[in-house]
């Protein structure tokens, strides 16, 4: 691990003045996975600017019934919190089917949104990673890509993202509010993360100095009837091999609401407008959600080890909307 300074900010506007003045530095929430990458030699600042202690570790509600979210409030408050839990259950458990009690207790929610890939090529510094090092290659295209993309992927990258809380934002129409030197700007969260094209090594939409401070979700009652399914290899602490996010409101047999997003299948949270546009008024009923599965899925591309994926995304969304039109059936 190479050499580095450790300063400690204030204020948000401290910490941003700060990262500014020094440009290979990097924020300092929880840490779970900066330092995992310094750890690795992926990342090496020159100095750390730790953020922990600034106003930004609250859970506030809005008046409309939607929620503020500090950047610093650790998982494991948001998934406890009690407006989470009645009014966003899908996000309560998309936090909770993610890596551990210990690493939940320290991950912020701002260092979730920005953790990078877990693509065993990207770590491994003897292989060719077009993330890691651009225009080097993606030596995951002809490798063993089992738990690599079949949406959004390209020609130079198909590492997936990594977060389950991000797949329930997407879901849910949160913002992102971030600070930078020049002023404050929202960012819808769906247009947050990139994909690859020919630039992987750019994953999001953050400046260099922009700092992360508030995850604003928006209130809407249909939100409470919704769910977050996760197929994985084994029971905890592994990333999805595919994941839904599902909000769905049902009345008279047919949807009123729906929101659908996808994890382990894209190189960011996947947000299934082409599912949702088919389901706008049709009948909750098993033919309906396995035509939007389709049709969301049709652009979906498999490599050698993973075609498996596309029948499973469609089968994990036919299922979980099944459960969510049964659960809204019974309320």
Request: aromatic share 6%.
């Amino acid at each position: 691990m190479n050499n580095f300074t450790f300063q400690r900010a204030e204020s948000t506007a401290a910490a941003v003045d700060r990262r500014a003045q020094l440009p290979n530095a990097k924020f300092l929430g929880g840490g779970t996975n900066l330092v995992d990458l310094m750890r690795s030699g992926l990342e090496a600042p020159d100095a750390l600017v730790d953020i922990t202690g600034l106003d930004q570790q609250g859970i506030d509600e809005r008046g409309d019934g939607g929620i503020l979210i500090g950047a610093a409030v650790r998982n494991t408050a948001v998934a406890g919190h009690r407006l989470v839990r009645q009014r966003y259950p899908v996000l309560s458990q998309a936090i909770l089917s993610g890596a551990s009690g210990q690493i939940r207790n320290m991950a912020t929610v701002g260092g979730n949104i920005l953790q990078r890939t877990r693509c065993a090529y990207f770590y491994d510094q003897t292989a060719h990673c077009n993330k890691r090092t651009p225009e080097s290659g993606c030596d995951a295209l002809d490798g063993f890509n089992r738990a690599h993309a079949i949406l959004g992927a390209s020609s130079s990258c198909v590492a997936t993202h990594p977060s389950d809380m991000c797949v329930a934002l997407a879901a849910l129409d949160a913002t992102i509010h971030v600070e930078g030197r020049h002023g404050s700007r929202t960012i819808p969260f769906t247009e947050f993360h990139l994909l690859p094209g020919k630039t992987p090594e750019r994953e999001s939409q953050l400046a260099p100095d922009e700092l992360i401070t508030v995850v604003e979700v928006p209130g809407f009652a249909a939100a409470r009837t919704s769910r977050y399914r996760k197929v994985r290899d084994r029971a905890s602490y592994a990333f999805a091999l595919v994941s839904v996010a599902a909000v769905l409101e049902v009345d008279h047999g047919h949807v009123t609401a729906v929101r659908l997003a996808l994890g382990g299948v894209a190189p960011k949270p996947w947000r299934a407008w082409r599912a949702e546009e088919v389901l706008a008024a049709a009948p909750a009923t098993a033919q309906e959600f396995a035509r939007a599965a389709d049709a969301e899925l049709s652009s979906a591309r498999g490599l050698t080890h993973n075609n498996f994926k596309i029948e499973l995304a469609r089968r994990v969304i036919v299922g979980t909307l099944l459960e969510l039109a049964a659960q809204g059936a019974r309320q």
